[in-house]
Nanobody, 121 residues
Framework: QVQLVESGGGLVQAGGSLRLSCAAS????????MRWYRQAPDKQRELVAY???????NYGSSVKGRFTISRDGAKNTAYLQMNSLEPEDTAVYLC???????????????WGQGTQVTVSS
């Protein structure tokens, strides 16, 4: 089994910072891309950022320049550093990873349970 666990969410004032973590555990052969999404009430799920196994990153237009995604391959963990937070960033942040459990299995997507980020004005 594979499990993704997010942490680091919380309540912060506008202009503040938070750092989210997403740790993958279990039977893992290789992790390809790791992604952060967010889901706000009454809004569609939004891709915030992703990072490939080679370290290539990409960001949603609403967070570019404020958020930074990174990963630690040895720890099977991805991070999302969020600076200059705005009330519009309030959402549940979900981690997604494309994981291959063995060399013979095709990679598949796994999801964490999410962590709440609330930015007060």
């Amino acid at each position: 089994q594979v499990q993704l666990v997010e942490s680091g969410g919380g309540l912060v004032q506008a202009g503040g910072s938070l750092r989210l973590s997403c740790a993958a555990s279990g039977s893992i052969f290789r992790i390809n891309a790791m992604r952060w999404y967010r889901q706000a009430p009454d809004k569609q799920r939004e891709l915030v950022a992703y990072i490939t196994s080679g370290g290539t990153t990409n960001y949603g237009s609403s967070v570019k320049g404020r958020f930074t995604i990174s990963r630690d391959g040895a720890k099977n963990t991805a991070y999302l550093q969020m600076n200059s937070l705005e009330p519009e960033d309030t959402a549940v942040y979900l981690c997604n990873a494309e994981i291959r459990r063995t060399a013979l299995l095709s990679p598949r997507d796994y999801w964490g349970q999410g962590t709440q980020v609330t930015v007060s004005s």
